[in-house]
């Protein structure tokens, strides 16, 4: 029977950092357990291994989680011999993600570089539109959004995700957390998230009413994205 093939789709700021760090303390990292992104990028390098894609098939036949910002879905198509690939993700409410995304970039890529905090308002006007999805698109699925429609997008991404075996949102980490790691056969996570706001670095905005309607209004295709990924858990909880 072929082993599963766990790849777990990291959208920025929707939790994949909580169990990115669970994943590396269970399974051996850089062999069953592989982190695309700059943090097992960086540890490989310190390690002397080549990047993942470049080290030997039979290295990476011995893969049996891939996560993070790098992953996509032709990630499969480097892990030789028969697999099952059961795709994974999170997404979050876009208003407390774009939330979550501005108190962590301005502190890392503003305030500890020696810059002003920019306010909110100024910041959140500069967001991609739909910024959720086309990161999907453009970083997991690796196609082009340039004239892509609103309809077009939403399609896509239902498209996309109707074809996962788990699917979840950061507001029920727990949950996502519990399912993916019972099926990989580890023990699930503690409860504790982090690289949360208020906690590593300061809490500069909060999620408002006024905040997101603002959001909610400027990133239609997430949050319409957002409310199907939901009522499917909803059907699929009602179901069980």
């Not at 766990?6 to 994943?23: E, N, S």
């Not at 970083?139 to 309809?151: A, S």
């Not at 996502?176 to 208020?198: K, M």
Request: hydrophobic share 40%; charged share 25%.
């Amino acid at each position: 029977m072929a082993e599963d093939l766990h790849i777990v789709m990291h959208v920025p700021k929707t939790g994949g950092q909580t169990l990115r760090d669970h994943l590396q303390a269970k399974l051996a990292f850089h062999t069953e357990f592989i982190h695309l992104g700059p943090k097992g990028d960086s540890r490989a390098k310190h390690l002397g291994l080549a990047p993942w894609a470049e080290r030997t098939p039979q290295e990476r036949a011995k893969a049996r989680v891939i996560l993070g910002h790098d992953a996509s879905v032709f990630t499969k198509d480097l892990v030789p011999g028969e697999r099952t690939v059961k795709y994974c993700g999170m997404l979050r409410d876009p208003a407390s993600r774009m939330v979550s995304h501005y108190n962590f970039n301005v502190e890392f890529k503003w305030v500890r570089a020696g810059k002003d905090a920019p306010d909110w308002t100024w910041w959140s006007r500069g967001q991609k539109r739909n910024f959720m999805s086309c990161w999907i698109k453009e970083n997991f699925l690796r196609e082009p959004v340039e004239g892509v429609t609103d309809d077009g997008l939403y399609e896509d991404m239902t498209r996309l995700l109707s074809s996962f075996w788990l699917l979840g949102v950061s507001e029920r980490h727990q949950a996502f957390a519990d399912a993916l790691c019972a099926d990989i056969g580890i023990e699930s996570t503690s409860g504790v998230r982090v690289n949360a706001a208020g906690e590593r670095y300061p809490q500069r905005a909060m999620t408002t009413r006024e905040i997101a309607e603002a959001v909610y209004r400027d990133h239609p295709v997430d949050k319409a994205v957002y409310d199907w990924v939901l009522a499917r858990l909803d059907q699929n909880a009602a179901a069980a």
